[in-house]
């Protein structure tokens, strides 16, 4: 296997001499990056991007084989559109068998081959005849007397690459040219392998009922090309995509780098678009191959927020006895706001995770949690759980049940009495909001503290604790099934 290696890295060397700086077929007009006058990215949420590369070339009269050069290796072929006055498309080719090593050996599974090998003590090279006959998993030739060998006993030399491989993925494309002369050309194609995401860090302030939120949008490119100084537009909302028969992926490659803008960058440009959100960047970018780059998206300051403990409840306990329901659950935090132009946003916000940072006594800031987002319109309101309180726990039992009237479980009705015991360890006072769910219809009796009807299946309580101490919740409530 190491000589296997050895041999397929010796035949990289030859093809790079033998194939760049691009393999150009006999009679090709070819395209490169060289020619490039500008190009333009639109990057869906789905893993799917619009491509629009235009370049200037030089196009003989007549039926010519036109190669695009340096396309995304993940195009989708049957999307893509030529635009170019005085040329007609007769016939394109997607070429996506890309010249490596293995590929070159698959091709000449059936035919001849040179075996060069070097004697190794006087150096001396002998030269041999062969046909591959398999090239999967390593190398089966035979030789011109008839024997068999496995692996490569020396180095293979190849009598040319087949027309079929090419170094870079390539769109060929047949076309009549209405005369000679230097055309300036755009191919649009639609592409997978382009992906973005929103993604957010907001700073708390010290009283927690403020922050700085900075948004940023994380692009990353897996589709073989790079695109250089593209102007760059971005769609939020879920598009819809007829599902693919079946899908075309290139070979993945895991190195990535992460390329960062300056903080202070302006916030990227938003408008709408069908019934989705365009954002787009004010000035070109370049997307290199095989990388992970972050422009800002916004940027704003002091943004009122509300801090809000939260213990839910369950259903389950409001149709059949139960005792102790549980003696220490935990108090989730959230925080809320409002996504409206008085609040220094009131930008549509695709979605995305946001990540909550506060600054300790030292001035450090500390990571306090994360919550995902949905695709956010103006004037809705952004709910963040950044975890659970150390400090607040709750304890719920239930004191009394009772079955009133009915004769099935279509039309019971129920009697439930519960306690729910909130300690606060904190040194300050704080309100716990109770939510509890209750299916059928449901009527509190009676009630240490005032219920509000959140829905037809919810009830809350807002329950002052005090510091270093408990608040008992008790309620009693009538349930008809």
Not at 105 to 134: C, F, M, N
Request: glycine letters at 6%; charged letters at 25%.
């Amino acid at each position: 296997m190491r000589k296997l290696i050895c041999i397929l890295s010796f035949i990289v060397i030859l093809l790079v001499a033998l194939v760049l700086p691009g393999k150009i077929q006999a009679g090709e007009v070819v395209t490169t990056l060289d020619d490039q006058m500008g190009v333009a990215v639109t990057i869906y949420n789905q893993n799917l991007a619009l491509v629009k590369d235009r370049r200037r070339l030089n196009v003989p009269k007549g039926e010519v084989t036109l190669a695009f050069r340096e396309v995304s290796a993940k195009m989708r072929p049957e999307t893509a559109l030529l635009s170019a006055g005085g040329l007609a498309v007769i016939e394109q080719n997607f070429e996506f068998d890309l010249l490596t090593p293995e590929s070159l050996l698959r091709k000449y599974v059936g035919r001849q081959v040179e075996v060069i090998s070097q004697h190794p003590t006087t150096g001396a090279e002998t030269h041999h005849d062969a046909k591959v006959l398999s090239a999967n998993s390593g190398v089966v030739l035979q030789f011109d007397d008839g024997h068999i060998e496995t692996g490569v006993p020396g180095r293979l030399s190849f009598s040319g690459v087949p027309d079929n491989l090419r170094d870079r993925p390539t769109l060929t494309m047949i076309v009549d040219s209405d005369k000679s002369g230097t055309k300036e050309m755009e191919l649009s194609y639609l592409t997978g392998g382009l992906q973005w995401q929103a993604d957010y860090v907001a700073e708390l302030n010290a009283a927690e009922d403020a922050l700085n939120l900075s948004g940023w949008v994380t692009l990353t490119n897996k589709s073989g090309a790079t695109y250089k100084h593209a102007k760059l537009q971005l769609v939020a909302g879920d598009v819809h995509q007829v599902p693919a028969e079946r899908a075309f992926d290139n070979s993945r490659r895991q190195k990535m780098m992460l390329e960062a803008m300056p903080a202070t960058a302006p916030n990227m440009a938003q408008e709408d678009l069908f019934e989705y959100h365009l954002y787009t960047l004010g000035r070109p970018t370049t997307i290199a191959e095989n990388q992970r780059k972050q422009v800002a998206l916004l940027q704003a300051a002091s943004v009122p927020c509300e801090k809000e403990f939260l213990l839910p409840g369950s259903s389950y306990y409001y149709h059949q006895a139960y005792g102790e329901i549980g003696r220490k659950f935990t108090v989730g935090v959230f925080v809320t706001i409002e996504n409206c132009k008085k609040n220094h946003l009131g930008l549509p916000l695709p979605k995305g995770v946001v990540r909550v940072y506060k600054e300790d006594s030292n001035g450090s800031l500390q990571f306090v949690g994360e919550d995902k987002i949905d695709h956010t319109p103006e004037n809705e309101t952004i709910r963040l759980k950044l975890g659970d309180a150390f400090d607040l726990t709750a304890a719920k039992k239930q004191t009394d049940f009772k079955k009133i009237g009915g004769d099935s479980r279509y039309n019971y009705i129920y009697e439930a009495a519960f306690e729910v015991k909130l300690k606060n360890a904190k040194k300050r006072a704080v309100e716990i909001k109770v939510v509890e769910p209750i299916s059928g219809d449901w009527e509190i009796l009676t009630e240490s503290l005032n219920h509000k009807k959140e829905s037809s299946r919810a009830v809350s309580w807002r329950v002052p604790v005090p510091a270093k101490g408990e608040t008992i919740l008790s309620y009693r409530v009538r349930v008809k099934y």
